[in-house]
Structures are given as structure tokens and as C-alpha cells.
């Protein structure tokens, strides 16, 4: 079991915007920064967003991240069909949990 | 060109010793967080610990602790993650990554392409 809550899976059609929730706690996303990674089938994961809201360069503006308390989430807007992956929250833990924790992952369809 | 190149794939049995390796170029690899990520087949990421190849402080996920060691040769650009012996739930795909900068804390912005891990009598 995750230390960080994530739905399992996420859907929408192309065009649509679509949300993923990432559930914490006051030792990790409360305290720290939130990143979300995307990683497609047979392949490495890729930082979408860093320190809750910033994009690495090359990351469309479509993708934006929030962070509210213990939650966070990813919107994605103008959904397409090459944004079906597996996308995955992470934050730094100051308890014993740590020192790094992943949420369980949410796989993404477009429909 | 910023890059983490992970040693390739291994097939052993259990009970055996394996080492695995991540060599960094293209930034100063002492002063980035160096993490290692496992993932079993079909699963999700699972953060195993992570280095500061500077000075080799390093911090293990409860899970992990005891089970694998990490270290780093920072005058090689290189670090390592190493099992004593080996069991067939080991397998899986292992991920090294770097931070974004040398404080704790940062997001992972570069990452292995991965090193697959058989473990199989």
C-alpha cells in the first residue's frame, strides 16, 4: 500500500480536461514539494511537474499542478491521445516513511 | 547532454550477489541526490533510497532498509545499488534518477533508461 493515495485509474475523451488526486499527510505534502511523473509502457518515467506547479521545460502548458494542504492534484487539459500513461505523484517524507514516497500510480485513457 | 546510464540487464539465481550501476554525465554528479526506484512486473514506482554521492549520506525507505545497499563513487560519476543475496521477488525493473539541484527535497529531473533484474532458479 501506497503512503501517497492516488485513484487507479482516470478517463476522458480527447478535448476534455481531466484531474488526478494524490492524497498525503502533514509529514510529506504538507511539508514539502509535490512532483507528478509520467511514464509510458516500457519506458522510463518523465518529470511533468516539479515543485507543485512548475513545468520542466518542454512540458506543455496543458499539463498544471496544485497543491491544497495534504492533497494535491495534476489537470490535464485539451486531452490527447498520446496522454494515455501511467502518471504518478511523489513527495519527500519527513517521518520514517521516507525519505521519498510514490502514490500507487493512476493509469490514464482517452477514450 | 545531462545523462544517467544504467549497467544492463541481469539474470541470476537466488542466493547470489549483483551490483548494478548508474554513471552520470554532463553535471556535477556530487552535488545531485542520486535515487534508486524499483519497479516489480505489472506494478507501480516504489522509492528504495536514495545518495548524495558528496558525501555519501544515504537514506533508505523502511521497506528496503536492510534488504540492498546504496553507494556512489563520486570520482567515477557512479553510483551503485547492491544485493547480498538475492530472491526471486527481486525481480523487476530498477530506475536510477537525479534531483533537480543539491537541495533535499527536489523533484527527480533525469532518469536511467533502467536496468531489468531476473532473479529465477
Known amino acids: 500500500q501506497s503512503v501517497l493515495t492516488q485513484p487507479p485509474s482516470a478517463s476522458g475523451t480527447p478535448g476534455q480536461r481531466v484531474t488526478i488526486s494524490c492524497f498525503g499527510s502533514g509529514s510529506n505534502i504538507a511539508s514539502n514539494f509535490v512532483s507528478w511523473y509520467q511514464q509510458f509502457p516500457g519506458t522510463a518515467p518523465k518529470l511533468l511537474i516539479y515543485?507543485?506547479?512548475e513545468r520542466p521545460s518542454g512540458v506543455p502548458d496543458r499539463f498544471s499542478g496544485s497543491k491544497s494542504g495534504t492533497s494535491a492534484s495534476l489537470a490535464i487539459s485539451g486531452l490527447r491521445s498520446e496522454d494515455e500513461a501511467d502518471y504518478y505523484c511523489a513527495a519527500w517524507d519527513d517521518s520514517l516513511r521516507g525519505p521519498v514516497v510514490f502514490g500507487g500510480g493512476t493509469k490514464l485513457t482517452v477514450l | 547532454e545531462v545523462q544517467l546510464v544504467q549497467s544492463g540487464a541481469e539474470v541470476k539465481k537466488p542466493g547470489e550477489f549483483l551490483k548494478i550501476s548508474c554513471k552520470g554525465s554532463g553535471y556535477t554528479f556530487s552535488r545531485h541526490w542520486i535515487g534508486w526506484v524499483r519497479q516489480m512486473p505489472g506494478k507501480g514506482l516504489e522509492w528504495m533510497g536514495i545518495i548524495y554521492p558528496g558525501d555519501s549520506d544515504t537514506r533508505y525507505s523502511p521497506s528496503f532498509q536492510g534488504q540492498v545497499t546504496i553507494s556512489a563513487d563520486k570520482s567515477i560519476s557512479t553510483a551503485y545499488l547492491h544485493w547480498s543475496t538475492l530472491k526471486a521477488s527481486d525481480t523487476a525493473i530498477y530506475y536510477c534518477?537525479?534531483?533537480?539541484?543539491?537541495?533535499?527535497?527536489?523533484?527527480?529531473?533525469?532518469w536511467g533508461q533502467g536496468t531489468m533484474v531476473t532473479v529465477s532458479s
Open positions: 515543485k507543485n506547479n
Open positions: 534518477s537525479k534531483t533537480t539541484s543539491d537541495n533535499y527535497g527536489d523533484a527527480f529531473d533525469v
